[in-house]
């Protein structure tokens, strides 16, 4: 597979998706990286508390703005991932092109990851913690 643009998405493209976007801006800066959000919340910042999380790891995602997915970023994009079964269920039935290229940033293991949105800073960091573990299982697959 080869793979050029990544497209990522969660629900609000405020927590999950931005920090997943940044951390694989960082591993692969020759590949096009964006987000978007199914029920983006366009034109709001990263979450507060997700932009914390990436600090303490060097990365600033203060440029991020959130937005909507539409067809267009759709058919641009190589691989499409997800943070749920029920996000990869629906971007497969409104856009049926997004089929086989639509996978969950947690694949590998098996897992879902869980939207922090309005919880404390401590599950922003756990969930932080589990997009790094979920994009390093990605690795050998980019």
Known sequence: MNIQNILVVCVGNICR???AE????????QLHIESAG??????HAADPKATLC????GIDMS???????NANLIKKADLI???SQN?????????PFAKGKTFRLGHWQGKNVPDPYQHEQLVFDETCQLIQDCISDW????
Not at 38 to 43: H, P, Q
Not at 54 to 57: D, I
Not at 87 to 95: A, C
Not at 139 to 142: A, E
């Open 63 to 69: 440029a991020h703005i959130a937005k909507k997915l």
């Open 17 to 19: 998706s931005p920090m």
């Open 38 to 43: 199914i029920s983006g919340l366009t034109g």
């Open 54 to 57: 990436m600090q303490r790891l």
């Open 139 to 142: 690795t050998q697959h980019i």
């Open 22 to 29: 940044y951390f694989l801006k960082q591993q692969y800066q």
């Open 87 to 95: 996000q990869q269920k629906h971007i497969e039935q409104t856009w």
């Open 81 to 83: 991932l997800v943070m």
